[in-house]
Nanobody
Framework: VQLQASGGGLVQAGDSLRLSCTNS????????MAWFRQAPGQDRKFLAA????????YVTDSVKARFSISRDGHADTIHLQMNNLKPDDTAVYYC????????????????WGQGTQVTVSS
């Protein structure tokens, strides 16, 4: 499984960014996908997940008012729309996948992308 994340960058507080992650495995298999982030000196934290079909999604409460997850209809690409970014959002953002039709447990993700850096200046 190959996951390619993109869309990170340096932005100012209050700006928006849209991250994308493409899963290049066979489309005949069903993979739920998710976003995590890891800030310097901190553990990696779960942010959002979306089912294989895109019909079910979940965003963690801490960012739910500002972040949303979506999935392209016919492609294994997911997006994380991040609005009103804050300096505390500075982190490396990772996409992950797990073979599942539903949304798996946060600990079940076993395929990971390389991460994309998001830096928010005040």
């Amino acid at each position: 499984v190959q996951l390619q994340a993109s869309g990170g960058g340096l932005v100012q507080a209050g700006d928006s960014l849209r991250l994308s992650c493409t899963n290049s495995i066979s489309t005949s298999l069903s993979y739920a996908m998710a976003w995590f982030r890891q800030a310097p000196g901190q553990d990696r934290k779960f942010l959002a997940a979306i089912s294989w079909s895109g019909s079910h999604s979940y965003v963690t409460d801490s960012v739910k008012a500002r972040f949303s997850i979506s999935r392209d209809g016919h492609a294994d690409t997911i997006h994380l729309q991040m609005n009103n970014l804050k300096p505390d959002d500075t982190a490396v953002y990772y996409c992950a996948a797990h073979r599942s039709r539903g949304i798996p447990h946060v600990d079940d993700y076993d395929y990971w992308g390389q991460g994309t850096q998001v830096t928010v200046s005040s």
